[in-house]
């Protein structure tokens, strides 16, 4: 059963760059799988940021394009999010996910997701 | 970029009744891409329904989804006390953000 943890530092300075990690274990990284980072702001609803395939292709939400790189690591079986410029907006609780298909249906979906992980943006 | 909106933002209902939620796009949706999502707090989301009408593995059958287009429902036929939580519907799309998800309804105990 695969299984995802988030990782990184909770507190970043303004303007700084936050940095993530998403370790999965229980299978592949290299599966047939996109895998994104989702987050949410403190009492708001959630905001998809972008997503990954091993191949390392990306996509990103155009509203964070200009901030974000996402990156994998095969060999570490995890994949990372940088976003820079950060500001007191981007404080939010951050989830990495992955995304499945149902092969015969195509039906898309997001079926796995870590426990997530707390950013406070604050000198 | 479609936008999803969710109605009513709460819902307050007692153990045993039906929940109805609603979820409306922007533009037409294919049903293929429309789930929906529980999270209670303090937890991540949990994937509840896909393809706007099938049930993820171990989902109770007292979720039901339906819908087509730009009209999406989720139905819970009795509520339970670990029901109580917020409900995102979400689609995924074919141009950036490919994602999107709906402000959420709250259902909590009346």
Not at chain 1, 51 to 74: A, C, F
Not at chain 1, 86 to 100: I, L
Not at chain 2, 98 to 107: M, N, Y
Request: hydrophobic fraction near 30%; charge should be positive.
């Amino acid at each position: 059963q695969v299984q995802l943890q988030e990782s990184g530092p909770g507190l970043v300075k303004p303007s700084g760059t936050l940095s993530l990690t998403c370790a999965v274990s229980g299978g592949s990284i290299s599966s047939s799988n996109w895998w994104s980072w989702v987050r949410q702001p403190p009492g708001k609803g959630l905001e998809w940021i972008g997503e990954i395939y091993h191949s390392g292709s990306t996509n990103y939400n155009p509203s964070l394009k200009s901030r974000v790189t996402i990156s994998v690591d095969k060999s570490k079986n995890q994949f990372s999010l940088k976003l820079s410029s950060v500001t007191a907006a981007d404080t939010a609780v951050y989830y990495c996910a992955r995304e499945s298909v149902d092969i015969p249906t195509g039906y898309y979906y997001m079926d796995v997701w870590g426990k997530g992980t707390t950013v406070t943006v604050s000198s | 970029e479609i936008v999803l909106t969710q109605s009513p933002g709460t819902l307050s209902l007692s153990p045993g009744e039906r929940a109805t939620l609603s979820c409306r796009a922007s533009q037409s949706v294919s049903s293929s891409y429309l789930a929906w999502y529980q999270q209670k707090p303090g937890q991540a989301p949990r994937l509840l329904i896909y393809g706007a009408s099938s049930r993820a593995t171990g989902i109770p059958d007292r979720f039901s989804g339906s819908g087509s287009g730009t009209d999406f429902t989720l139905t819970i036929s009795r509520l339970e006390p670990e029901d109580f939580a917020v409900y995102y519907c979400q689609q995924y799309g074919s141009s950036p953000p490919l994602f999107t998800f709906g402000p959420g309804t709250k259902v909590d105990i009346k």
